[in-house]
């Protein structure tokens, strides 16, 4: 089983200040995806890439892809108490097997 | 469209006995998981399955069994519960195998004692 690591582990901001967490491996994958968990609920999915150095945006997200397909960044721009949650990165294997999650970072954004 | 429901939301259990957790979903996808949630591992796979009648093992699949009958069903079984297996548990389905899984349900608390 790939280890995706997340960094930070918990992180608190105040509204406005930018962030950004990181998911990194030693291995390889094919897709990495991004998703955002609220307390009491299932995973959302945010993004998926697939191209090593591959840029999404969505909205103030800013979803990177390392050029070798080992890590990933997601940046958050002017952050709003809205995107308070655990952020969770997940990564494909090539041989297509089920995701495998990191541990995920914690958001807190308060007023 | 429901989207990925999952039943039940609470449940409470001694030691030993046996549960089943539904999950069902309405937007006839293929691949159908399950998988576990607790503080400080992440979410690990327990068990998936590629399609109606299959099943495959995960990362964390002792003293589980699962079932797929029904494309839109899948279940997941403790025959006989351990302090261990207090956890969530999540399902999830997508088009594609490992891919995006765009669909989780909104889990289920299980509490052994």
């Known amino acids: 089983t790939q280890l995706l690591e997340q960094s930070p582990q918990f992180l608190s901001i105040q509204e ?17 995806q991004w998703y955002r968990q609220e307390p009491g609920e299932g995973p959302v ?19 990177q892809f390392g050029d ?13 108490p809205g995107d308070t949650g655990l952020y969770l ?13 990191g541990k995920g970072t914690s958001l807190l954004v308060t007023p | ?27 006839n996808h293929e691949y159908m998981y399950w998988y576990r949630q607790d503080p400080g591992m992440g979410l690990r796979l327990i068990h998936y399955s590629v399609g109606e009648g299959t099943t495959a093992k995960g ?13 839109q069903n899948f279940l997941l079984g403790l025959e006989s519960a351990a302090p261990s297996q207090t956890s969530v548990y999540f399902c999830a389905s997508s088009l594609g195998l490992a891919g995006a899984i765009g669909y989780f349900g909104p889990g289920t608390r299980l509490t052994v004692t």
């Open chain 1, 16 to 32: 406005g200040e930018n962030l950004t967490v990181y998911c990194n491996s030693s291995s390889v994958f094919s897709s990495l």
């Open chain 1, 45 to 63: 999915l945010l993004v998926t890439v697939v191209t090593g150095g591959e840029v999404k945006k969505l909205k103030r997200l800013t979803f």
């Open chain 1, 68 to 80: 070798a397909r080992k890590d990933s960044s997601l940046h958050i721009t002017a952050a709003q």
């Open chain 1, 89 to 101: 990165c997940a990564g494909e294997e090539n041989s297509g097997y089920a995701l495998n999650f």
């Open chain 2, 1 to 27: 469209n429901a989207g990925v429901t999952q039943t039940p939301k609470f449940r409470v259990l001694k030691t030993g006995q046996s549960m089943t957790l539904l999950c069902a979903q309405d937007m």
């Open chain 2, 59 to 71: 990362e964390v699949p002792d003293g589980y069994n699962v079932s797929r009958l029904k494309k």
